[in-house]
């Protein structure tokens, strides 16, 4: 009576194992042969002295897949099945393929390593013989074991087992063993009749192979090849993009390789995702690239490019739209309410400055998302500074074509880790969402969302990898389409100091006298804070006009506070002759107020807010102000009323002349200005405005009355720059400077001094970009005689100059005053340091004080001080030098350090970008590495050791790197996951950037023996990423029934948790996580919503959820069709 095994009661594998161990050979046929579970066996044939008669045969059946079986059986014509030697070649091949696969699936274990490597070794020394039976195809699962018994010389075990670990001992089976000789001795010819026959083809050698390229592999794998093989993974989206688009033909010979290969990538991203942010830093052609962008959709598409840009770019933009034949409309941002929509429609959107659009509640911002939107436009975003201060600068921008509850595919990972899965789904957004990443304040989250939309390059990355280097002396140069070179040239920081003499108009004397930083400081700023002067009653008192005005004046409070006390600052480090200006207007402001106060006349409100950056002389028109909610758009676009020429004489700083002058100025608001204003009557308000008014209008006054009238004689600043322009007569001088005041000043006094072919440049100019072409025609290609025959020597210019021009027939450059966002120095270097640049270094030239830069960092600390103690808001660029990075800046300016100005490192670029470059430059150097790491198979991995000196990154923050596993996974949607785990299992990080620095190594770079923990480590990194899968965004809109059920579910199990919780049963349980995991029936949706309209109760909704669960109505479950949605390991590198 045979024994049964069927791996329940009786198990196979003791009974086999026991076998063998007195065997010396065994046939096995199985229909399935799993590597790994060679693992139970390895031991027991390693006896096996190897060849004919002392071996393990192991005969494969062929067999399909249970769909393509059904088809075969069922179809209607009999096939001719022959086989000939090119279809068992291709049979052989695509066997080995399945094996090769096989080992990609799953975490590796040292177990499975070890099985593994026993395996190929007994496969080469022919203990172990595999064969592949192709004549038909063979289910059967037999195992004869020949023995040296006269009793019993073959066993056999016969049934339903393959040689899997699961048939040998998991699996529920049906096996008998066979001990008849005459049974024995059927089933031995039956065997040898397959394994003779002609189409059973030898996969020894080849299954030997396929372990020996995988990760058992036992020769170490250089650590190089998977640096590669992550950064080829990684880039796969750029090189798509090189591939799938091809640039026009009059572009070819126009753009740098960098550019050609960023315009290749926008595109891939704009057709893939609908939108694309291109961030190349200042200098390196980001206009250029857009137009290329934009005539690849237009030649391919036939879509003609909308282009939204600041005014003063208006006619470059209409230059390249004649020049590159895009048929674009161009509309300046302070046009957008007027002109959108246009009269033709546009699928493509070209935004240039896109970091202006920050604030989502901005009339214009909403003028152009709303066009968007309904034209389903694709959108080109053009910043070289998009983020700013907080990361929502950034998605301002992608809302304006990234719907709200679209699904991103991917998460904020690092939020959701910190506050837990639970707490985030508390948050009500979809997770796979934009408003997902809004509530991340995590750098590795933006960065993760980031990849999806940006290309950016910094100067950096060009050089190094793209530039040559010329051999005579080493520098770095592009070569330019007609062959020539453009060397990138060094920026060269130089200070001009300038002493406080102690003379009482001496503007250094002004800034840092005690007593005006600590009246400015201690203003109370009514006009910005009209709120908190209102009486208790007001909302009871105002009329129907009124109630609104009271509501944005609680709004806009803070944030003109905010602005109002900066800018003072600002304007005093910038010039006395401006600081005072804006005194003066400011004490003119203060009395008009003061007169309608004491006449009973209602306070004009509009651009009486406007003055907050004294628009009629300050920075550009354009200002953040509008983006930040400060003023409003009706604000800045109200041209400010000329109040008064700025008093020259003494006399004049008088209260009886303030007074007598603000009279005059309220009669014009109220008469034929009056519809350019809002108006509030004086009895909403109580008598503290009036008095805290007239306090800073004093104090302000006192300030002006205790200094004699200006004299620029005495402005040592402004004679130390006109010796400056004396001395280098023959250079071109770009002067910056934060306000336009400082502009017309310096304008004014240079042509004084006999400095010639000086202009200024501001927001109010009528052509920026004329100016622009008449001080840098060479840069421009300007032909026009008229222009030429004007060319200036000296361009004084606010920031607004910062933006899309080409100065490059300019090499130096002055820093009149110091922005308080750093990064605009090095903005402005990058004005002159651009592609076309003959000039071997750039001077950078900024006006400091003499006594150090402590005295800023200070007064500057005084302010933020002074801010937050009132909870006043500033505006985006207002950084105060709050870390040791900013005040590092700031020392090794005034020091002259060289590099200073140099841009951002280069974990500034697209983690695309970067990937690819580290795969071109490669591949470049050495084309036999293309194949080889594109043959990789996943899972393998390599070790290098920590202080090896060949790897660029030995440690970060000045810490030694941790020890312990790179690990890189990607999804079965095709998303990335990266996760370092250090050598007790904890994360490290998951940030892709992050991860692939520290896996950076050369071809020199030794690998070493993996940590005994390194598999483990592998699965701990698989299971961390595997805490937080992505099903969560599979919920849908916010919206949806499926996201609103189990909302709903969800909050009433957590009520029947705090009440009763035996009523929480698994049948609830069960339904909740049916409604998590899969996709509703639309007949159970309609359901639902029908439902959810008519407000039923959440226990009403409970039994009927479950109802429909019963009736199997609820959801679509097909799991064994089911897409694999488990994680894939790519490829480790560990670090020991």
């Known amino acids: 009576m045979p024994r049964i095994f069927d791996n329940i009661n009786h198990e196979l594998f003791p009974a086999l194992s026991l076998t063998l161990a007195t065997a010396h050979r065994a046939d096995f046929c199985v229909g399935f042969f799993n590597l790994r579970g060679w693992g139970l066996l390895d031991d027991h044939v390693e006896h096996f002295t190897g060849g004919p008669d002392h071996c393990c045969r192991v005969l494969i059946g062929m067999n399909e897949a249970p769909d393509a079986e059904l088809r075969t059986a069922l179809r209607l014509l009999e096939a001719d099945d022959g086989l000939d030697l090119q279809r068992a070649a291709q049979l052989k091949r695509r066997v080995a393929e399945e094996f090769r696969t096989q080992l990609m699936t799953g975490a590796p274990s040292n177990q499975d390593e070890r099985a593994l490597q026993q395996l190929a070794r007994q496969l080469r020394a ?26 019993n010389p073959v066993t056999g075990y016969l049934g339903s087992s393959n040689l899997t670990m699961a048939g040998l001992r998991r699996q529920g089976e049906l096996n008998i063993d066979v001990l008849d000789h005459s049974a024995t001795r059927e089933l031995k010819d039956w065997f040898n009749e397959r394994w003779n026959d002609r189409w059973s ?12 390229e995988s990760w058992a592999r036992e020769e170490l794998l250089a650590p190089y090849l998977i640096y590669l093989k992550m950064a080829y993974h990684l880039s796969q989206e750029a090189r798509a993009g090189l591939s799938e688009f091809t640039l026009p033909r009059d572009f070819r010979s126009k753009l740098f390789p960098f550019q050609e290969a960023a315009v290749k990538i926008a595109a891939r991203y704009l057709n893939k995702q609908g939108g694309v942010l291109l961030g190349d830093v200042v200098g390196l052609g980001k206009t250029m690239m857009a137009t290329a962008l934009a005539r690849i959709f237009k030649d391919d598409y036939g879509w003609q490019p909308l282009i939204i840009c600041p005014k003063n770019l208006v006619t470059m933009w209409q230059d390249y739209n004649l020049t590159w034949d895009m048929n674009a409309e161009i509309i300046p941002y302070s046009q957008v309410l007027q002109r959108l929509p246009p009269t033709r429609r546009f699928r493509l959107v070209v935004i240039d400055e896109s970091h202006t659009l920050r604030n989502r509640e901005s009339k214009r911002y909403k003028a152009i998302h709303a066009y968007i939107q309904e034209e389903g436009c694709k959108v080109i975003l053009l910043s070289a500074t998009p983020y700013n201060k907080t990361y929502l600068d950034l998605s301002a921008q992608l809302r304006l074509f990234v719907a709200e509850d679209k699904d991103l595919g991917v998460r904020p990972e690092a939020f959701i880790r910190a506050v837990g899965e639970t707490a985030f789904l508390r948050e009500q957004v979809s997770p796979r969402s934009i408003r997902a990443f809004e509530r991340s304040e995590f750098a590795d989250d933006w960065r993760e969302l980031m990849r999806l939309f940006l290309v950016r390059r910094t100067r950096s990355f060009i050089k190094d990898n793209y530039a040559e280097r010329d051999p005579a002396d080493g520098r770095s ?20 100091s300038v002493a406080a003499s102690g003379d009482a108009i001496d503007p250094y004397s002004l800034l840092y006298a005690p007593t005006i930083v600590e009246a400015i400081n201690a203003l109370s700023l009514p006009r910005y804070g009209l709120a908190n002067y209102l009486k208790p009653t007001a909302d009871k008192l105002a009329d129907i006009q009124e109630k609104p005005l009271l509501d944005n004046l609680s709004r806009a409070g803070k944030r003109l506070m905010g602005f109002s006390r900066t800018n003072l600052f600002k304007r005093l480090e910038s010039s006395g002759v401006v600081f005072i200006q804006s005194l003066h207007r400011h004490i003119l402001r203060n009395y008009v107020f003061l007169h309608a106060l004491s006449n009973g006349l209602p306070l004009p409100l509009g651009t009486q807010g406007a003055d907050v950056l004294d628009l009629d002389g300050d920075l550009d028109l354009e200002s953040e102000a509008v983006e930040q909610g400060a003023l409003s758009d009706d604000e800045l676009t109200s041209p400010a009323v000329d109040e008064a020429d700025l008093p020259v004489l003494a006399a004049t700083n008088s209260a009886a002349w303030y007074t007598a002058r603000a009279a005059e100025i309220y009669a014009t608001y109220a008469g034929p200005l009056k519809r350019r204003f809002k108006w509030l009557r004086p009895t909403l308000f109580n008598v503290a405005l009036k008095r805290d008014l007239l306090h800073d209008a004093t104090s302000l006054l006192g300030i002006l009355q205790a200094h004699a009238p200006w004299q620029p004689a005495h402005d040592a600043k402004l004679q130390k720059l006109i010796q400056l322009l004396q001395t280098e007569p023959g250079n071109k001088v770009l002067i910056f400077t934060q306000f336009a005041d400082t502009v017309d000043y310096l304008v004014e006094q240079l042509q004084l001094a006999g400095i010639e072919d000086v202009a200024g440049v501001t927001g109010q100019s009528a052509n920026p970009t004329e100016l622009a072409y008449r001080f840098s025609p060479q840069s421009n290609s300007v032909g026009d005689a008229a222009i030429l025959s004007r060319e200036l020597r ?31 120095l090095i903005q402005r270097a990058g004005r002159v340091d651009r592609i076309g640049q003959h000039a071997p270094a750039i001077t950078c030239y900024t006006f400091l004080p003499a006594d150090g830069i402590e005295l800023i960092i200070r007064l500057r600390a005084r302010v933020r001080q002074r801010l937050a103690e009132n909870g006043e808001v500033v505006g985006t660029d207002e950084q105060f030098f709050e870390d040791a990075g900013e005040t590092q800046f700031l020392q090794n300016l005034y020091a002259g350090t060289a590099g200073v100005f140099d841009d951002a490192a280069d974990n500034e670029v697209d983690l695309a970008s970067y990937a690819y470059q580290i795969w071109r430059n490669a591949t470049a150097a050495n084309p036999a590495l293309k194949s080889k790491v594109e043959d990789l ?60 620095r520290a896996a950076a190594c050369t071809m020199e770079t030794a690998a070493v023996p993996r940590s005994p923990e ?20 599979s919920l ?6 499926r996201f609103r059920v189990y909302d709903a579910l969800k909050r009433y199990v957590a009520h029947l948790q705090s009440i009763a919780p035996l009523l929480v049963t698994e049948q609830l349980t069960r339904v909740i996580d049916d409604v998590y995991r899969y996709p509703l029936r639309q007949s159970a949706v309609d359901t639902l919503n029908r ?25 679509v479950i097909h799991e064994a069709d089911a897409p694999d949605s488990e994680l894939h390991i790519v490829c480790s590198l560990g670090l020991v």
């Open 937 to 996: 198979p996943n899972v393998v991995y390599s070790a290098r050791a920590l202080n090896d000196p060949t790897a660029p990154l030995h440690q970060t923050d000045g810490q030694r790197l941790p020890p312990g596993v790179l690990v890189y996974l990607r999804t079965a949607t095709g998303n990335d996951a990266l996760a370092w785990v250090d050598e007790h299992g904890n994360s490290v990080t998951q940030s892709q950037s992050a991860i692939l």
């Open 1014 to 1033: 390194h598999h483990a480590l592998v699965q701990q990194a698989f299971s961390i990423v595997e805490q937080y899968p992505t099903l969560a965004g």
């Open 477 to 496: 140069f592009l070569r330019l389409p007609d062959d020539r070179r453009f060397y990138f040239p060094d920026r060269v920081p130089r200070t001009l």
């Open 1091 to 1115: 439902q959810l309209r008519s407000g039923i109760a959440d226990d009403q909704l409970a039994d009927l959820v479950i109802s429909l669960r019963e009736a199997e109505q609820l959801s």
């Open 126 to 151: 022919n203990k172990v013989v595999v064969k592949l039976h192709l004549r038909y195809s063979l289910h059967a699962k037999l195992y004869l074991i020949f023995r040296e018994d006269y009793s």
């Open 794 to 824: 000296v361009l004084v210019a606010t920031d607004v100059l910062s933006e899309g021009q080409n100065l490059q027939d300019c090499h130096s450059i002055v820093n009149y005053d110091l922005p308080w966002a750093i990064i605009r």
């Open 201 to 212: 083809i030898d996969i020894s050698l080849d299954l030997a192979t396929v372990i020996e």
């Open 1036 to 1041: 849908g809109s916010m919206r949806g029934a």
